[in-house]
């Protein structure tokens, strides 16, 4: 971060402000632990804040704390809306243009506030006065711990705000594994678990925590796996029926995507998964070393992402949405 900026925003928040604080819609271990590691740190320092999530989160992260504060715009729109429009500083965390929010777009394009950004996706839009954006880290968590020692706050790096932040740095970097993962990743979780972090408890609470019904769920993606051997491709899809059938709740895709990736010699994965109530199919790409599935997701799935984990949608059927995927494919050198 550029150290005028520090200084601008160490002098932003000398007083007690009114403050929100946005994840993206959708919220993941990342969006949810960077945005409540900093709202406990911003409250420890006299402010008001809150959490405005853009819709309601997985119950998977519903034991970090200070979820129960988290206010939904999508339930809440009119009081949330007041909020935002009172608002003094408006920290995004997590993403980097607002169109990730979706329908609270219109209502943040409208805000005076001064805006602040921490993330770690590709290609910033440019609306905020603070831009902290990094694409080599592999977590916004890792960077809000970065902007709290550059404020010179560490000290007040408690067990509560070490938790957030640990949560989305286990999360994003698929538990220690992808690249973004370094030395200083590691440094930093250590002092974290110095702190009190309950390290061996989390991956319990997040991963270890499925219902029957969503393990039935991961089974029938594994059936409907197809592998486009020529290509390194791998690719799965889930039908609203078929989620209806296993009684889905949010949350319960999380992570399915990732199993595509665990077959040798597949560099390329996806998944498809029906929504029904939005007409829409929501994709996640992910690949392993050079293919950059943000760009393809940009490209042909009006997404986007980081470079081997992204993210996009599709307005047309099921078949029609598979079908243009396998005939991108075939069309990649991989
Ligand atoms: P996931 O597949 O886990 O939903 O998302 C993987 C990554 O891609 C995350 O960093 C997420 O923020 C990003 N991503 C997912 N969907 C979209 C999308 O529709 N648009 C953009 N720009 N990024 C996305
Ligand atoms: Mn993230």
Redesign the pocket.
């Known amino acids: 971060m550029k150290i005028q900026d520090i200084q601008a925003i160490q002098l932003l928040l000398a007083t007690p402000k009114k403050i929100v604080i946005i994840p993206?819609r959708?919220p993941?271990g990342?969006?949810m632990g960077s945005t409540l590691g900093l709202y406990h740190f911003l409250i420890k320092n006299n402010h008001q804040a809150t959490v405005i999530a853009p819709n309601d989160f997985p119950n998977f992260l519903a034991w970090l704390p200070g979820s129960e504060t988290v206010k939904i715009f999508e339930k809440e729109t009119e009081i949330c809306t007041q909020i935002l429009e009172e608002a003094e500083i408006i920290f995004t965390l997590?993403?980097n243009?607002f169109?990730?929010t979706g329908e609270m777009e219109h209502t943040l394009a409208k805000l005076k506030a001064t805006f602040i950004m921490i993330d770690?996706?590709q290609k910033p839009d440019d609306y905020a006065t603070y831009t902290y954006s990094e694409t080599s880290y592999g977590s916004t968590c890792e960077m809000v711990y970065n902007f709290i020692t550059f404020l010179n706050k560490k000290e007040d790096i408690d067990k509560t705000i070490a938790t957030c932040i640990y949560t989305g740095i286990l999360t994003?970097s698929g538990s220690f594994r992808f690249p973004g993962t370094t030395g200083n990743t590691h440094r930093i979780i250590a002092e974290l678990i110095d702190l009190g972090v309950e390290n061996t408890q989390i991956p319990v609470l997040l991963f270890d925590n499925s219902s029957f019904s969503r393990l039935q769920l991961l089974g029938r993606a594994l059936q409907n796996m197809k592998i486009l051997e020529n290509h390194k491709t791998s690719y799965t899809t889930l039908t609203q029926e078929e989620l209806d059938s296993f009684n889905y709740v949010k949350g319960d895709t999380?992570g399915i995507?990732n199993y595509g990736l665990s077959i040798k010699d597949i560099v390329f994965t996806a998944?498809f998964i029906e929504n029904k109530d939005e007409g829409i199919i929501?994709?996640?790409?992910?690949s392993q070393g050079g293919f950059d599935v943000?760009q393809f997701?940009?490209d042909h799935?009006?997404?986007?992402?980081?470079s081997n984990?992204?993210?996009?949608?599709s307005e047309v059927s099921m078949q029609e949405t598979v079908n243009k995927f396998e005939d991108l494919v075939k069309k990649l050198k991989l």
């Open positions: 993206h959708g993941d990342d969006a997590d993403f243009a169109h990730r770690h996706h994003d999380e995507v998944i929501k994709i996640s790409f992910r943000n997701a940009r799935f009006n997404g986007g992402g980081h984990a992204a993210g996009g949608r």
